[in-house]
């Protein structure tokens, strides 16, 4: 069985994008520079640039890839229970795996406004909605003296600005396969 963030790495790749795990260095398990470790602590950002010669390996517990600190190349890896955030680099779309998140940035995210959602154990991760727009009321106004014909079925409305902007943003959304 493949590991979820594994899917949504390989999905990543697949679509040309790059992939950005948000990781707990902290973790026992995690191989990293010691210098990364206390900087970063629960908080290490890795983008897996598929651009740079990563040597990325899955395994069952977890992943292992060369990575560049400071210009210094260092074997890394990192247990699944380590990774709990992977998103497109450049969309910020992608997967939270809630069981993964460590205490101390749940309770950093529960500080901020808005709170992102760590309800399930995987939940996608949707950019923020734009506001609505106002409403106003508008008056009648007086109607001119009609004809006595029978009324004509109301013109069809045209496509507000606001409809093409719409169609134009739904357009750029992709979606991403979380796999699972």
């Known amino acids: 069985m493949v590991h979820p963030v594994q899917s949504v ?3 990543l790749y697949a679509a040309g994008r790059c992939p950005r795990l948000h990781v707990d260095a902290t973790h026992a398990s995690v191989t990293v520079p010691d210098f990364i470790r206390q900087q970063w602590r629960e908080r290490l950002i890795i983008d897996l640039d598929a651009s ?3 040597d990325l390996v899955f395994g069952e ?3 292992a890839a060369d ?3 400071g210009g210094q190349v260092t074997r890394c890896s990192f247990p699944w229970e380590a ?3 992977v998103t497109d680099r450049s969309t910020g779309r992608g997967i939270v795996l809630d069981r993964h998140v460590p205490e101390s940035v749940k309770r950093q995210a529960a500080g901020q406004q808005p709170a992102p959602a760590f309800d399930n154990a995987i939940t996608k991760v949707e950019p923020p909605a734009e506001p609505k727009p106002e409403l106003r009321r508008v008056e ?3 109607a001119e ?3 006595a014909v029978a009324e004509a079925a109301p013109p069809a ?3 507000s600005p606001s409809d093409d902007q719409a169609k134009k943003r739904r357009a750029a959304f992709r979606v991403i396969d979380g796999g699972g």
Do not use: D, M, W
């Open 140 to 142: 009648a106004e007086p």
């Open 67 to 69: 990575l560049s600190f």
């Open 83 to 85: 990774i709990y955030i």
């Open 157 to 159: 409305a045209a496509p």
């Open 52 to 54: 740079y010669p990563l």
């Open 145 to 147: 003296e009609a004809p």
């Open 9 to 11: 790495i390989e999905s």
């Open 61 to 63: 517990s977890g992943l």
